[in-house]
């Protein structure tokens, strides 16, 4: 429960900040940013008729972020590894949106089915590739003793 809680908090720490600094000038950059990339993917796999338009709910790179640079046990070329690789699927997952969602009205909003993958994808990534993690939290939670791992063989 201590572990659960320290977690927590500490993932609330980084969050705060970055959430502020998302709204405050971040969300801007990335409007810029995947309009600009966004458009030239769709004209180069031929939906000119799409716009790359960055939504309200494109600011899920944080908490997944967040999570990345939380998770104990990651040596730091596979934390950075596994960060670039969310955070290339998550820009996949805002190019899939924008396809599938609606292209007009004022707001773009999105219908509630895609609403809620945008909301769980930063952390279904990250149960996915901090798994080692996320695994033996489950066990501890469970009451039952997550098992080391294996020593390399020195040989």
Request: charged share 15%.
């Amino acid at each position: 429960m201590k572990r659960a809680l320290w977690f927590t908090l500490k993932f609330l720490a980084i969050t705060i900040p970055m959430t502020w600094l998302w709204w405050i000038g971040g969300k801007e950059y990335y409007g810029r940013f995947f309009s600009l990339t966004a458009n030239w993917i769709y004209e180069g796999v031929g939906l000119e008729s799409i716009r790359g338009v960055a939504r309200e709910r494109y600011i899920n790179y944080v908490p997944f972020i967040a999570l990345m640079i939380l998770t104990p046990g990651l040596e730091l070329a596979r934390r950075w590894g596994r960060l670039g690789l969310g955070v290339v699927l998550i820009y996949v997952s805002h190019l899939v949106v924008n396809a599938l969602g609606p292209r007009q009205g004022p707001d773009w909003s999105l219908p509630t089915s895609l609403a809620i993958v945008c909301d769980a994808l930063p952390f279904v990534l990250w149960a996915i590739l901090a798994r080692e993690f996320v695994g033996n939290a489950v066990l501890r939670a469970l009451g039952e003793t997550p098992e080391e791992p294996e020593a390399p063989d020195s040989a």
